[in-house]
């Protein structure tokens, strides 16, 4: 059974920083694309950042590039997501997904997904 599962969500203040892990099982996970999606209320899912586990090829959105740093370690089949310099706009449910074919990059049809969990980022 293939699982996703993210922590490291929470509140903080701006200026603060968080760090998202998602760990992952059941598939190889040095195949995959692993990725951090994000929802705020009213607004559409958008791609944050994604990397090739295979190749650590990386995206990132323009909204958070200098202050965001995705990594995987391999080992632990888990990415992280350091979150630094956070905005009141960084506020959102942050997903974790995976991908077979995506080359590192973000896109909506990612094959896994997880539940999520809530940044909550106050001014």
């Known amino acids: 059974e293939v699982q996703l599962v993210e922590s490291g969500g929470g509140l903080v203040q701006a200026g603060g920083s968080l760090r998202l892990s998602c760990a992952a099982s059941?598939?190889?996970?040095?195949?995959?694309?692993i990725g951090w999606f994000r929802q705020a209320p009213g607004k559409e899912r958008e791609g944050v950042s994604c990397?090739?586990?295979?190749?650590?090829?990386?995206y990132y959105a323009d909204s958070v590039k200098g202050r965001f740093t995705i990594s995987s370690d391999n080992a632990k089949n888990t990415v992280y997501l350091q979150m630094n310099s956070l905005k009141p706009e960084d506020t959102a449910v942050y997903y974790c997904?995976?991908?077979?074919?995506?080359?590192?990059?973000?896109?909506?049809?990612?094959?896994?997904w997880g539940k999520g969990t809530l940044v909550t980022v106050s001014s």
């Open positions: 059941g598939f190889t996970f040095d195949d995959y694309t």
């Open positions: 997904a995976a991908d077979l074919t995506a080359a590192g990059m973000c896109y909506y049809g990612m094959d896994y």
């Open positions: 990397i090739s586990s295979s190749d650590s090829i990386t």
